[in-house]
């Protein structure tokens, strides 16, 4: 299903990306933007969209290493 937004979790799920490594992701500044909403934290569709894109360019760099 694909959501308006997702939280972390779903975004995991949708990226096939363990949580820990979200985490590392996100300490390298490497993660997609997040907003809060109340104690909730969303990351748009749009912004996982473009994450997506930019790790995508950044891994067809010549001798990028992803963490």
């Known amino acids: 299903m694909r ?6 979790e779903q975004f995991c799920e949708a ?3 363990p949580r820990e490594y979200y985490e590392v ?9 997040e907003i809060k909403l ?10 996982a969209e473009e994450w ?5 360019a950044r891994q067809s760099q ?5 963490p």
């Open 38 to 47: 109340g104690d909730q934290v969303i990351i748009p569709r749009r912004t």
């Open 3 to 8: 959501y308006a937004a997702y939280t972390i």
């Open 15 to 17: 990226y096939h990306c």
């Open 25 to 33: 992701l996100k300490q390298q500044y490497l993660a997609p933007d």
């Open 52 to 56: 997506e894109k930019r790790m995508a």
């Open 62 to 66: 010549p001798g990028v290493v992803l």
